[in-house]
């Protein structure tokens, strides 16, 4: 059986991850899921990586708390070094029974220290704090601790919610400042839009001459987006395409390594694993690498690593060879391949897209004649990438019985550039989870479960498209 693409514990999911690097080593602490009934309390547990690819599952790094402590579940946070070269673990307490004012279970600031490398940790609960007045006693979650030089102190970042306000428009990234990691006190704001329900897991980083701010929308959308500013105090502005990827990648939290900068999230997964099955709260860790463009914009892309880890090629045969130009002014037309691909592996087309065309992209695990497939799509003449399938839903066994009004995965899209000449498309798919990236700018997530095996096609709706590349490849590792 081949090693997976994607970390994943063989006991449970992964939820929010807390990446720390270390000695050229990424430790990824995450929270650790189990979805039994009842809940038996949340720990972080750890799995750590050199090279982005091989990851070592090291179980439970901090336990959770008894059923009558305030950290029955040890939620989302963050590590830093303190001035002692000791590493100091900021986290959320919250336990279900321990209820506020309003009468929702509170969520307390907590704090770990560790003298030996990350290997034990100790807990101190007297440095416990919740929210102050003015916020949400339920809503105080997330702390992400960083270093301001300039200010000569330390700065936390939390997930909040004003306590007055429009019930979906309360959400707020609070602030708390400190000079020895020890003692806090609440100030203003670090950003306040009055847009959302809340910012779950806020991060920080300086990038250049940029510094950005990355928080997971918890809205309608549930997004994890990013903001720009030439200073930790903003004033910050949204750049053109500010998501980091779709609906399904989520808490995606940074580290960064050799001037490289790294988001590590987890793609959902879905009830009763299948497609129209909702989202899941966890499921498996991905990976995705932040590039800074000239205007200081990020574009995300498979790390290198990743893609080199596949190596062996896999003979595809189409009906024509390439470079084929697909063309049909008012038409379709798709070609297919002749064998079907195995359950892992990476693909790489390049697509030279002429003005005026309407769609073009790749079929996935497609039947022979490409009537049934997932659908990578690109839609020059409204900028973005969608993800799709056919069949969708059918209700009944007439030719009318099947959700056609629904022209995509609603949410599973991702607006990109897509003018005239040509784009490169890159394809991870592993099992059930499929990772698309455009240009090395645009990542889009899923979990492809109903269709578990077919083949590779390339199509074009309305225009002409050449297909001047396509190469597939796959581990050879066992």
Same mark, same amino acid.
């Given at each position: 059986?081949?090693?997976s693409?994607?970390?994943?514990?063989?006991?449970?999911?992964?939820?929010?991850?807390?990446?720390?690097?270390k000695?050229?080593?990424?430790w990824?602490?995450y929270?650790?899921?189990v979805r039994?009934?009842?809940?038996?309390?949340?720990?972080?547990?750890?799995?750590t990586?050199?090279d982005?690819t091989q990851?070592?599952?090291?179980?439970?790094?901090?336990?959770?708390?008894?059923?009558?402590d305030?950290d029955?579940?040890?939620?989302t946070?963050?590590?830093?070094?303190?001035?002692?070269?000791?590493?100091?673990l900021?986290y959320t307490?919250?336990n279900?029974?321990?209820?506020?004012?309003?009468?929702?279970?509170?969520?307390l600031?907590?704090?770990?220290t560790?003298?030996?490398?990350?290997?034990?940790?100790?807990?101190h609960p007297?440095?416990?704090?919740?929210?102050?007045?003015?916020?949400?006693?339920?809503d105080?979650?997330?702390p992400?601790?960083?270093?301001?030089e300039?200010?000569g102190?330390?700065?936390?970042?939390?997930?909040a919610?004003?306590?007055?306000?429009p019930?979906?428009r309360r959400?707020v990234i609070?602030?708390?400042?400190s000079?020895d990691l020890?003692n806090?006190?609440h100030?203003?704001p670090?950003?306040?839009?009055?847009?959302?329900?809340?910012?779950e897991c806020?991060?920080?980083?300086?990038?250049g001459?940029?510094?950005?701010m990355?928080?997971?929308?918890f809205s309608?959308?549930?997004t994890t987006?990013y903001?720009?500013a030439k200073?930790?105090?903003?004033?910050?502005?949204v750049?053109?395409l500010d &998501?980091? =990827? #779709?609906?399904?990648?989520?808490?995606?939290?940074?580290?960064?390594?050799? %001037? *490289?900068r790294? /988001?590590?999230? $987890?793609?959902?997964?879905?009830e009763?694993?299948?497609?129209d099955?909702?989202?899941?709260?966890?499921g498996?860790?991905?990976v995705l690498?932040?590039?800074?463009?000239?205007?200081?914009?990020?574009?995300?892309?498979f790390?290198d690593?990743?893609?080199?880890?596949f190596?062996?090629?896999?003979?595809?045969?189409?009906a024509?060879?390439?470079?084929?130009?697909?063309?049909?002014?008012?038409g379709?037309?798709a070609v297919v391949s002749?064998?079907?691909l195995?359950?892992?592996?990476?693909a790489?087309?390049?697509l030279?897209?002429a003005p005026?065309t309407?769609?073009?992209?790749?079929?996935?695990?497609? &039947?022979? =004649? #490409?009537d049934?497939?997932y659908?990578l799509?690109?839609e020059p003449?409204? %900028? *973005?990438l969608v /993800?799709?399938? $056919?069949?969708?839903?059918?209700?009944?066994?007439?030719?009318?019985?099947?959700?056609?009004d629904i022209?995509?995965?609603i949410?599973?899209?991702?607006p990109c550039?897509?003018?005239p000449?040509?784009h490169?498309?890159?394809v991870?798919?592993?099992?059930?989870?499929c990772?698309a990236?455009?240009?090395?700018?645009?990542?889009?997530?899923?979990?492809?479960?109903?269709?578990?095996?077919g083949?590779?096609?390339?199509?074009?709706?309305?225009?002409?498209?050449?297909?001047?590349?396509?190469?597939?490849?796959q581990?050879?590792?066992?």
């Amino acid at each position: 059986m081949k090693r997976s693409v994607f970390f994943q514990p063989s006991d449970g999911w992964v939820g929010d991850l807390i990446p720390f690097e270390k000695d050229g080593e990424f430790w990824l602490f995450y929270l650790h899921e189990v979805r039994s009934d009842p809940k038996p309390g949340t720990s972080w547990n750890l799995v750590t990586t050199k090279d982005l690819t091989q990851f070592e599952d090291q179980g439970v790094s901090l336990h959770h708390g008894s059923d009558t402590d305030l950290d029955f579940n040890a939620y989302t946070g963050s590590v830093v070094v303190d001035e002692s070269g000791n590493h100091r673990l900021f986290y959320t307490g919250q336990n279900p029974r321990n209820l506020g004012p309003d009468g929702a279970p509170l969520q307390l600031v907590m704090q770990a220290t560790s003298t030996d490398g990350m290997q034990t940790w100790v807990k101190h609960p007297e440095l416990t704090f919740g929210a102050p007045d003015g916020y949400e006693s339920g809503d105080w979650r997330d702390p992400f601790v960083f270093r301001d030089e300039a200010a000569g102190q330390w700065r936390m970042l939390l997930a909040a919610r004003h306590s007055a306000g429009p019930e979906r428009r309360r959400g707020v990234i609070a602030q708390c400042v400190s000079e020895d990691l020890v003692n806090w006190r609440h100030t203003e704001p670090f950003w306040d839009p009055r847009r959302y329900i809340t910012h779950e897991c806020p991060d920080v980083f300086a990038w250049g001459d940029w510094w950005y701010m990355v928080y997971s929308e918890f809205s309608e959308s549930f997004t994890t987006r990013y903001r720009m500013a030439k200073s930790p105090d903003g004033p910050w502005t949204v750049p053109d395409l500010d &998501s980091i =990827d #779709g609906r399904a990648y989520y808490a995606s939290k940074t580290a960064e390594r050799d %001037g *490289r900068r790294f /988001f590590f999230g $987890w793609i959902a997964s879905k009830e009763g694993n299948r497609d129209d099955g909702p989202w899941q709260w966890a499921g498996t860790m991905s990976v995705l690498e932040a590039r800074q463009n000239a205007d200081g914009t990020l574009g995300f892309a498979f790390a290198d690593e990743l893609v080199d880890s596949f190596w062996e090629d896999v003979p595809v045969s189409l009906a024509h060879e390439l470079p084929t130009r697909l063309n049909v002014p008012d038409g379709y037309t798709a070609v297919v391949s002749e064998e079907e691909l195995p359950s892992q592996f990476y693909a790489k087309a390049v697509l030279d897209i002429a003005p005026g065309t309407t769609e073009c992209g790749l079929l996935l695990r497609s &039947s022979q =004649d #490409g009537d049934q497939s997932y659908v990578l799509r690109l839609e020059p003449k409204r %900028g *973005r990438l969608v /993800f799709d399938r $056919w069949p969708r839903t059918s209700t009944g066994d007439a030719q009318w019985h099947v959700s056609g009004d629904i022209p995509f995965h609603i949410e599973l899209e991702r607006p990109c550039d897509l003018s005239p000449g040509e784009h490169t498309l890159e394809v991870i798919v592993d099992g059930d989870i499929c990772v698309a990236v455009l240009d090395r700018q645009v990542a889009l997530s899923t979990r492809i479960y109903d269709l578990p095996a077919g083949r590779i096609g390339v199509f074009a709706g309305e225009g002409s498209v050449t297909v001047t590349e396509l190469q597939i490849r796959q581990r050879t590792d066992n």
